[in-house]
């Protein structure tokens, strides 16, 4: 008997598997909101520095003041971080010149001395009522700030992987789904009350942090409770939830200007899935492997009684559980650590790859979701699209897989991207609508990318340190979203390089994906040596003991934790 059957013989697909999953899904909706808030709440406002304070008493009306006050650049618009020494009266000529003729006259024939914007700055708030960009003057000098704050909230993503990682497989899942939930809910709240930008960074970080802890244990408990026969269509249902998410999203900031009501606004829901997860039953999987039978079996039994088999439930007992169990406790015997996935030339090998697919998927993927304002369109527009496309992509790229082959799925939704991304290098800026088309084509083939690899990487590593490859590779992609803001950085001073970045490495890796194995009709590897027989070609002696259906529930789930 394996722990499978145990779970149908209290009900596989009952009651409390429905209300079970469904009450898990819900927080998957407002993860996505956490994950891209800060495309809204630093959204940058047209800016340009305050008039000097001798004009604030004036009769000038704004559009006079702006004209003797702040120069215009090469594009015609006003400067946003230099301003006139003195005001330029002369410029307010009763001939009505326009200022941009006026000012190229200034310029070819005076030297007007220019200074930066020593009063602040003037926020023009027709789209927002107000961002940590213009409460904090996150603009000029201290605009590198805006990214760092996204990195900081991408370090928690990675910190929280570590820490909660480790304290579910020790402490178990349901009390780490716990902390996590309140951990979102007061981080959030804090955040939205912070006085000053680096208290704000400080609870993004504990945003960062729970939002791992949520999807790892929200992956474990779902799974470990339902039979394998239907993890893939939950785990698909679970993905678009996470795709839906990014959708709501739009919807509530697009009625919510306000940056502090929006985070309060997308974090108190955290409550209430803190109050209603004390429902949650204890994966009864983990309790026998943490040498709990007697948890493990009550919590079958209470399943069994909400699925109305209550005398099936009540024949378990602690010997048909350990016989279950043998097959994992055995597995589980072996000590593994992460430097295994590096001491035999194919997992070597394999591990590189994957790290290179991984780090450059999640790279370019933020890199184009958390700057949406370079597009020129309504952000609240674009998010919406860049969260749509990932429906198709994610059946095209399922599709793909399934009849062309792992390896060439992989290969071809990086390469595409990277493509997209580099002809987006050369479209002029003022083709708006050209540009914005090829973004959103290249962000689908990278969440593709990202449905393929959660499979392929499951598939490739085997089953004793599965979890440990997985979780290296999710590392990789959270130290890729870490950097992926940074790079905008450079586009101060380089339009041109940031795109090139973005597209070159999906390519890289595209490439390196080439030297993976296939794995489309292939036996899920229980060993390093049953790895290594297949990297040399010879037919590993290792039964196969897991369905290959089981990495495509990882593949969904799993993926709400990168």
């Known amino acids: 008997m394996a722990f499978g059957d145990l779970l149908e013989q209290v009900g596989s697909i009952g009651r409390f598997q429905i209300l079970h999953v469904t009450l898990l899904c819900i927080p998957v909706l407002m993860m996505a909101s956490h994950n891209l808030l800060q495309n809204f709440v630093a959204a940058v406002p047209s800016h340009y520095c305050r008039a000097h304070t001798n004009l604030t008493q004036s009769e000038l009306s704004p559009e006079e003041t702006l004209m003797i006050t702040v120069p215009l650049d090469q594009k015609g618009k006003p400067e946003r971080c230099q301003r006139y020494i003195a005001p330029q009266w002369h410029l307010l000529d009763k001939n009505g010149t326009s200022m941009s003729g006026e000012q190229g006259d200034i310029e070819d024939g005076f030297a007007v001395d220019l200074q930066g914007c020593t009063d602040g700055w003037s926020y023009n708030m027709t789209e927002m009522s107000s961002t940590i960009i213009s409460d904090w003057h996150l603009v000029c000098d201290t605009r590198s700030l805006k990214q760092m704050g996204q990195t900081i909230y991408m370090g928690g993503v990675l910190v929280g992987a570590v820490v909660f990682g480790g304290l579910s497989d020790r402490y178990g899942r349901r009390i780490l789904l716990l902390i996590s939930n309140l951990l979102m809910a007061v981080a959030g709240t804090c955040a939205a009350f912070s006085a000053s930008f680096p208290i704000f960074c400080v609870f993004r970080f504990g945003c960062g942090m729970a939002l791992s802890g949520l999807g790892l244990n929200t992956f474990s408990l779902i799974v470990e409770w339902i039979p394998t026969r239907v993890r893939t269509g939950v785990g698909t249902l679970t993905g678009y939830c996470y795709t839906l998410g990014q959708l709501l999203l739009a919807v509530i900031a697009y009625f919510i200007r306000d940056w502090r009501w929006l985070t309060l606004t997308v974090s108190l829901p955290f409550y209430v899935f803190f109050l209603y997860s004390w429902w949650f039953h204890e994966s009864s999987r983990w309790l026998a492997l943490s040498n709990k039978p007697e948890q493990a079996i009550k919590n079958l039994k209470s399943v069994a009684k909400f699925n109305g ?94 009849f062309i082959g792992r390896r060439p799925s992989q290969c071809g939704a990086l390469i595409f991207a990277g493509v997209t991304i580099l002809i987006n290098v050369l479209v002029p800026y003022d083709k708006q609508t050209l540009r914005t088309c090829l973004a959103v084509v290249g962000k689908g083939c990278l969440a593709a990318s990202f449905n393929c690899c959660y499979l392929y990487s499951g598939e490739l590593y085997p089953t004793i340190i599965r979890q440990n490859g997985m979780g290296w590779v999710s590392m990789m992609a959270r130290i890729g979203a870490m950097v992926a803001p940074m790079v905008l950085l450079v586009g101060e001073h380089m339009p041109w390089l940031p795109g090139l970045i973005y597209g070159g490495a999906p390519i890289l890796s595209g490439v390196a994906a080439i030297f993976l194995p296939e794995t489309l009709g292939s036996p899920l590897p229980d060993t390093i040596q049953d790895v290594e027989d297949r990297g040399s070609g010879r037919r590993s002696k290792t039964p196969p003991k897991e369905a290959i259906i089981l990495q495509d529930t990882q593949a969904n789930l799993l993926k709400q934790a990168a």
Request: hydrophobic content about 45%; proline content about 2%.
């Open 309 to 402: 088999r209550h005398e099936e439930g009540e024949k378990i007992d602690i010997k048909m559980l350990q016989e279950s169990m043998k097959k994992e406790m055995s597995c589980s015997q072996g000590s593994y650590s992460v430097l295994d996935l590096f001491r035999t030339p194919t997992m070597r090998k394999m591990t590189i790859c994957l790290s290179a697919v991984w780090l450059s998927t999640s790279f370019a993927y933020y890199g184009l979701s958390m700057d949406l304002q370079k597009f020129g369109v309504d952000i609240y527009l674009i998010q919406v699209i860049f969260g749509a496309v990932d429906i198709p992509a994610k059946v095209i790229v399922t599709v793909s897989m399934s």
